[in-house]
């Protein structure tokens, strides 16, 4: 299995551009999520997913939109980029129910600079 | 807002050496769980403790949780080199296990 994976690995925009971060997973997880990442921060959840065609904001959701039309994708979309939004963005994905383990995998993050 | 913050903030010790980290979060949580994170990569899971449990161990790792001050500790035991990370504890609360609130992590150097 490749585990969570994330496409591009560096980004730079220029500010007011649009782009798509893709994530992907093989392992049949329900939920998917996206992080980002700013230095001293640790992470800060941007939307998550709980299954194909359900999304939801997280705590910064602001400039993102997200949609989830099957299992293994969850592509992440700045409208309309920002300085503000260079940041590392990380996918991450785990099993849903209360019988699993609430572990997430994470994927190996989207480095993005705004200019 | 950050839920969790991890003290230290940085750590530097000697190989073979324990390094102890605390987590310190503000509500009600399902779980708590660590991760490590090397330079330049992805967040890799490391344990997760659950709200009713008070300790945990695996391997070289060792964590407990006390849920009445709402504090954490990730023990390493024996450190190597290879430990050099940085460390985040996260915290899923009650009703939104997976919902993940990250503290800012603790940098941990070990010196061979």
């Known amino acids: 299995n490749a585990g969570v994976t994330q496409t591009p690995k560096f980004q730079v925009l220029k500010t007011g551009q649009s782009m798509t971060l893709q994530c992907a997973q093989d392992m049949n997880h329900e939920y998917m999520s996206w992080y980002r990442q700013d230095p001293g921060m640790g992470l800060r959840l941007i939307h998550y997913?709980?299954?194909?065609?359900?999304?939801d904001q997280g705590e910064v959701p602001n400039g993102y939109n997200v949609s989830r039309s099957t299992t293994e994708d969850f592509p992440l979309r700045l409208l309309s980029a920002a300085p503000s939004q260079t940041s590392v963005y990380f996918c991450?994905?785990?099993?849903?129910?209360?019988?699993?383990?609430?572990?997430?995998?994470f994927g190996p993050g989207t480095r993005l600079t705004v200019l | 807002s950050q839920q969790g913050e991890e003290d230290p903030q940085a750590l530097s010790i000697q190989e073979g050496e324990n390094a102890t980290m605390n987590c310190s979060y503000k509500?009600?949580?399902?779980?708590l769980q660590w991760y490590r994170q090397n330079s330049g990569r992805g967040l890799v899971h490391l344990i997760l403790i659950r709200s009713n449990e008070r300790e945990k161990h695996s391997g070289r790792l060792r964590v407990t949780l006390d849920t009445s001050k709402k504090s954490s500790s990730l023990l390493i035991t024996a450190s190597r080199a290879a430990d050099t990370a940085s460390y985040f504890c996260a915290t899923g609360p009650r009703g939104s296990a997976r919902q993940l609130t990250f503290g800012s992590g603790t940098q941990l150097t070990v010196l061979p």
């Open positions: 997913s709980v299954g194909a065609g359900i999304t």
């Open positions: 991450a994905s785990s099993y849903t129910g209360t019988q699993r383990n609430n572990e997430q995998f």
């Open positions: 509500t009600s949580i399902n779980n």
